[in-house]
């Protein structure tokens, strides 16, 4: 294991990212190759550590004012052992290769712990969607696509959207896809119900983390009735998870963007709720707002230079992070531990560092990571992919049921494979057990290629 780690490290010294998700999937796994000398021996670790492909491309676009602008653009391959590459593409400055690698790396356990024929991909650039206006953001996803295009396809590579990728984005570049490629096909995930998406995929990540953090409450014979939240983050996956902890009668109290964050002592309601998917996904304003409005809420300015975030020090029973990644460090860690937290399920991609987790692992609260918790959004990706092919649109409540099905047997699967394993209750263990068991086997099955 640490030969391998070290062959990552000094293959991508500056990759600090993709050295974290490498590092905690091979620490999961020791038993598994120990016991499995094949892998070993056709070092399926060190082919699955290794993208199959990595596609980095120029953008140029012009802005409103005239002026010529040039970004990055990604595509990473990961892994297609068990079916084309999926995964969304991200438009955030912070983009680079060691971040989309870590996803893409992530997405490959994930995509497999769905049970759907899926491979990993992701992809995005370091444009900032930031105060863009509606025309800027079309001339660069137009921009994006004309490189893109030529790397994906419905039976290849099939991106979905991931933070600064909505609904209007997705718009723009299958609009651009299919003028290009003059056809009609599911090349892209979280398309308007109109014009081929799927009822739910909006919805998809955060149902499926407050369904996953149910079955994890339901092992000690509890339930989120009545419960106190801290949700961090107000996109898609914050506002679906606020939505559905509101279905079951949980109370949420906090929501963030790279601002701030807001603490609503009497909750966030779903009046309080429908304010935010308006300001958010509509207006495109900042959670500042939103204690402008119901003026009993604090809003506490980010402050990158404090040692803990002060959304996680309020007293709570579960915390669902939906942010980004490393949001939560060790100080964040203890803080919820003593602050009567009793489960942490991770919306957001890797949101925990190594050292937080050890914090919950040790505490014994429950703790459910992101590449088990928040599988939901890409296997709603995939039953859109299986309604197209089909040209059919399921029910809500069709795809409602089989997301809550496909929840609950990742839930199951994390915990059989932690106990085959010694480490019963570890979901951390068993999601990365049973999603690498799944691609080894295929790997195994296909030869050296
Ligand atoms: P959105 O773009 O809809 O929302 C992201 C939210 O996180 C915004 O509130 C944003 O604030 C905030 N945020 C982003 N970066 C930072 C940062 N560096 N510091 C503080 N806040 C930040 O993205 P999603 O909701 O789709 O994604 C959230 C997380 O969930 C990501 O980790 C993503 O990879 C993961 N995820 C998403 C899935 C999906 O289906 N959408 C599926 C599985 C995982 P601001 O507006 O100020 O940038």
Redesign the pocket.
Known sequence: MAEIMEWVKNRDPEQREFHQAVGEVLLSVQPVLEQNPQYRHLKVMERLVEPERVILFRVPWVDDRGNVQINRGFRIQMNSAIGPYKG?L?F?P?VNLSILKF?AFEQVFKNALTTLPMGGGKGGSDFDP?GKSDQEMMRFCHNFMLELFRHIGPHCDVP?????V?GREIGFLFGMYKKLRNEFTGVLTGKSLNWGGSLIRPE??GYGCVYFASEMLATRGQTLEGKVCLV???????QYTVEKILDLGGKVVTL????GYIFDEAGIDRAKLAFVKDL?NVRRG?MKDYADRYPDAVHTP?DPTRDHNPLWTHRADCAFP????N?INAVDAGNLVSNGVVLVAE???M?TTPEGIDVFLDSGILYGP?KAV?AG??AVSGLEMTQNSMRLNWTREEVDGRLRTIMKSIHRACLDAAERYGKPGNYMIGANISGFVKVAEAMVDQGIV
């Open positions: 969304g991200r955030h912070s996803l930031k979905a959207g991931d933070i600064g909505g998809a990540t961090s983050g107000s996109g898609n996956v914050a963030s963007d790279s601002s958010k900042r980010a939906s942010a980004t990644q949001e919306g957001a991609n949101p992101s928040n959004g890409v």
